[in-house]
């Protein structure tokens, strides 16, 4: 029997396929890493999660923890996560593991607008997510990424724009229902130092809201500032 902590964190976990444990001792524990540490130890035990020390090419290595497939079938099993909400299990490379990590510390930012509108019923959508029922209508239509009446209306459907004949996608959609039960979302978008001028722009116009990380921001800004182009970069 799990605590509701330890099901808490698996969930959250499985949302976005790794998560830093000192984030998850942050927004779910509240800063008890005691209590965080004996949930993911019972976790490990039970194979239901696995944890690892990456390195960074930044910071130090970060301790990462992903569910296991055991942890994904109890997650299925048990009908513990939202219809509809997509769960991931196992690692991925090590920079994919980070940017992960990194789209739950951008979730949190997002949440709080969500909670500000008094949002319910959230779901995560990740890019992988996305691309994936994006590219399928896509190919459904028989179109290319060509710029088309059909890839706008694509586009549209999934609540998209197509931007200089491309349909951007953002790296987190969080999804919900508002107090008047109508469907919501919120598009972020990561941006990093080494993105280039064109894509951060695409994003930009594709109407994401763009966080940066606070060493990122102000040489991000700078640069749209230069080219004169209106946009708020939000550290994250």
């Known amino acids: 029997m799990l605590r509701n902590s330890e099901i808490q964190a698996m969930t959250d976990i499985g949302k976005f396929r790794a998560v830093a444990a000192k984030d998850l001792e942050e927004f779910i ?5 005691k ?15 696995a944890e690892r020390e990456i390195p960074h090419g930044e910071t130090s290595p970060r301790r990462l923890v992903a569910l296991t497939k055991e942890g994904h079938r109890l997650l299925d099993a048990t009908k ?13 490379k090590a920079r994919e593991a ?4 990194d789209l739950y510390r951008l979730y949190q930012r997002g949440l709080e607008n969500v909670n500000r509108d008094g949002g319910t019923k959230i779901r995560v959508v990740l890019d992988s997510e ?20 059909a890839k706008a209306d694509i586009a549209e459907r999934h609540g998209l724009r197509v931007v200089r004949g491309r349909i951007p996608v953002p790296d987190l959609r969080i999804e919900y229902e508002t107090p008047d039960q109508q469907t919501a979302r919120i598009d972020l978008e990561l941006a990093t130092e080494h993105y280039r001028f064109n894509n951060i722009v695409q994003k930009v116009r594709a109407g994401f809201s763009i966080y940066a990380r606070t060493q990122d921001a102000p040489n991000l800004r700078r640069v749209l500032e230069q080219r004169e182009i209106t946009a708020e970069i939000l550290s994250l």
């Open 35 to 49: 209590h965080m540490d004996a949930d993911l130890t019972n976790l490990r035990e039970q194979r239901l999660i």
């Open 29 to 33: 524990y509240c800063g008890d890493k």
């Open 130 to 149: 996305l691309k994936k029922l994006l590219y399928r209508d896509l190919a459904r239509a028989g179109r290319t990424e060509d710029s088309s009446p």
């Open 80 to 92: 513990t996560v939202p219809k509809g909400q997509v769960i991931y299990h196992g690692f991925t």
């Open 98 to 101: 980070h940017h992960d990590a």
